[in-house]
């Protein structure tokens, strides 16, 4: 008769030693354990990436709306709670002009608060007749 590492066992005998049941739970557990990080792992990436997209949607509102050069070189606000800093500056690099009348380049930098990351930056150029 063959003895088990943990006690002796009949050929008829049906079910699990105990040693066996407590390792079956130990390794359900670690599996649930890591599915159960992954998934609050990924519910913080989409509210990450939600918060990034409304901001981005702020600042591409703020560029849409236009600016005023004389204005000053910062300007700020707040949309949909969401506050905005838009930074103009005209740029000395490119005099530029279409059909015989001058325009203006400037750096336009649109900087959105991101609730819990960093804020996110749009810079462009924008053209304007003086």
Do not use: C
């Not at 649930?32 to 981005?56: S, T, Y």
């Not at 004389?70 to 838009?86: H, K, T």
């Amino acid at each position: 008769m063959l003895r088990h590492a943990f006690g002796s066992r009949r050929s008829g005998d049906a079910g699990f030693v105990l040693v066996e049941a407590l390792i079956a739970v130990a390794v359900l557990a670690a599996i649930g354990g890591l599915v159960a990080r992954h998934l609050v792992d990924a519910r913080q990436m989409e509210l990450r990436a939600q918060n990034v997209m409304k901001a981005r949607l702020v600042a591409e509102a703020v560029l849409a709306n236009g600016f005023d050069p004389a204005g000053g070189a910062s300007q700020s606000g707040s949309i949909a709670g969401q506050r905005w800093v838009l930074d103009v500056a005209l740029n000395q690099s490119a005099p530029a002009r279409a059909g015989g009348a001058p325009l203006a380049l400037y750096d336009v930098r649109v900087t959105v608060d991101v609730p819990g990351d960093k804020p996110l930056a749009i810079a462009t150029r924008r053209v304007v007749r003086p």
